[in-house]
């Protein structure tokens, strides 16, 4: 099950929130903070229809089949994109923070030069990681 293969923190509702209640939540302000948070769910969304979404402790969250891999918090100045299983991701360009033993994130501020290629490939690599987890 996952929650065998996950911590039980990381396995989320079965059932999908409405699409438009996590854009609703995505259009707050300031918009310059915002924006970054939207333009990074987006990316979460890309990947298939076997990816759900719903807001997880008030956070958009994306998974798969009900374990958690990836959200998006705002605060002030930054956002953080995380990862629940980010300890276990390929980091080749060392943008993921923390310490935790499973938790890892991604600050973003409106003047961070950040290649999209990379940040994208990185939400790549905990979907697939995901999906890989939840096959074994």
């Known amino acids: 099950t996952v929650e065998d293969l996950f911590d039980t923190k990381f396995a989320l509702s079965p059932h999908r929130i409405v699409r438009g209640e996590i854009d609703e939540w995505l259009s707050g302000d300031p918009p310059e903070i915002y924006s970054i948070a939207r333009q990074w769910f987006e990316v979460f969304r890309i990947y298939g229809n076997d990816v759900n979404e719903l807001l997880h402790d008030g956070y958009p969250t994306a998974g798969l089949s009900g374990a958690a891999f990836g959200y998006i918090n705002v605060f002030k100045f930054h956002v953080k994109i995380g990862f629940f299983m980010g300890a276990f991701i390929d980091d080749p360009h060392s943008l ?24 994208s490939e990185l939400i790549r690599r905990a979907y697939i990681d995901t999906k890989i987890r939840l096959s074994l």
């Open 96 to 119: 993921l923070e923390g310490s935790g033993k499973r938790m890892c994130h991604v600050k973003l501020r409106p003047e961070s030069d950040l290649d999209t290629e990379v940040m």
